[in-house]
T-cell receptor, first 116, second 113 residues
Framework: AQSVTQLDSQVPVFEEAPVELRCNYS??????LFWYVQYPNQGLQLLLK??????LVKGINGFEAEFNKSQTSFHLRKPSVHISDTAEYFC??????????????FGRGTQLTVWP | DADVTQTPRNRITKTGKRIMLECSQT?????MYWYRQDPGLGLRLIYY???????NKGEISDGYSVSRQAQAKFSLSLESAIPNQTALYFC????????????FGQGTRLTVV
């Protein structure tokens, strides 16, 4: 089974500051990687995903993430955050094959709070 | 209308009662999932189904059961609710393939008293 570690449970930042939300996964096989965002009182929605190719992936709302295979990391970044980015962010992993094909494993989440 | 609809959105029930949470989708996806969200624990998989005849246990299936009534409907039951099942429950659907996006419902907030 996969393990996804989000290293920070809460990240407070001021508006217009840069932010990085960290994610590491444990896997002996190749994986697909996702970041989801959950706004208050809503379900999760996809922010971006890494399937293959360029290790820098761009998503919605100005977010991007970089896949680092050697460090098994997939950190999420935004150069300048807005108050509207306040939400909980989840890193997720999906195996490319094997008995757990089709399962999506989530980290514990990082609450990003943007202050004015 | 939402692509993935969960009912009810909120429910308070008593310990020992049986309760069913329902999920329906209009995405046409074969794969459906039930997750539980607890503060600080993220989303944990309860059950998942790859088609009507294929039901699988997730990480935390004890105390829960599911029914896949049709491609579009996937229900979660708590046979005898207990307080530590108080949580936010999400249904999700996903097209076939490990690289596909999951689509989530709005969630059901369940409180067991």
């Amino acid at each position: 089974a996969q393990s996804v570690t989000q290293l920070d449970s809460q990240v407070p930042v001021f508006e217009e500051a840069p932010v990085e939300l960290r994610c590491n996964y444990s896997s002996s096989v190749s994986v697909y990687l996702f970041w989801y965002v959950q706004y208050p009182n809503q379900g999760l929605q996809l922010l971006l995903k890494y399937l293959s190719g360029s290790t820098l992936v761009k998503g919605i709302n100005g977010f991007e993430a970089e896949f680092n295979k050697s460090q098994t990391s997939f950190h999420l970044r935004k150069p300048s955050v807005h108050i509207s980015d306040t939400a909980e962010y989840f890193c997720a992993v999906s195996d490319r094959g094997g008995s757990t094909l089709g399962r999506l494993y989530f980290g514990r989440g990082t609450q990003l709070t943007v202050w004015p | 209308d939402a692509d993935v609809t969960q009912t009810p959105r909120n429910r308070i029930t008593k310990t020992g009662k049986r309760i069913m949470l329902e999920c329906s989708q209009t995405k046409g996806h074969d794969r459906m999932y039930w997750y539980r969200q607890d503060p600080g624990l993220g989303l944990r998989l309860i059950y998942y189904s790859f088609d009507v005849k294929d039901i699988n246990k997730g990480e935390i299936s004890d105390g829960y059961s599911v029914s896949r009534q049709a491609q579009a409907k996937f229900s979660l039951s708590l046979e005898s609710a207990i307080p530590n099942q108080t949580a936010l429950y999400f249904c999700a659907t996903r097209p076939t393939g490990p690289n596909t996006e999951a689509f989530f419902g709005q969630g059901t907030r369940l409180t067991v008293v």
